[in-house]
């Protein structure tokens, strides 16, 4: 089954720097695009970034100039740059993928969606 995975939070002081991955694996045909998602408890799941497989990326305006979304194609890996981290950056950063994926005869393409890993901005 296709899986994806988060990891890289933790705690960093204001101003620090983050770097997060997202490691898709499994029966996979293509990753069509991953995406960067955060939210803050009691608020709506924001999108951070996005990259496409070609390489096109988005960013949140807010976000643009401090984040950065990358890839590593050979492991399957999108890496999400985060510097000049402040407090209002604390938040579970969830990762999502759209994967196409062989089950048998059939291809099938859907959204996955990673656990989550938490990034805690404070001094």
């Known amino acids: 089954q296709v899986q994806v995975v988060e990891s890289g939070g933790g705690l960093v002081q204001p101003g620090g720097s983050l770097r997060l991955s997202c490691a898709a694996s499994?029966?996979?045909?293509?990753?069509?695009?991953v995406a960067w998602y955060r939210q803050v408890s009691g608020n709506q799941r924001e999108l951070v970034a996005a990259i496409t497989s070609r390489g096109s990326t988005n960013y949140a305006d807010s976000l643009k100039g401090r984040f950065t979304i990358s890839r590593d194609g050979s492991v399957n890996t999108v890496y999400l740059q985060m510097n000049k981290l402040k407090s209002e950056d604390t938040a579970v950063y969830y990762c999502?993928?759209?994967?196409?994926?062989?089950?048998?005869?059939?291809?099938?393409?859907?959204?996955?969606w990673g656990q989550g890993t938490q990034v805690t901005v404070s001094s």
């Open positions: 499994g029966s996979i045909v293509r990753i069509n695009s």
């Open positions: 999502n993928a759209s994967i196409t994926r062989r089950n048998g005869p059939v291809l099938y393409t859907n959204n996955y």
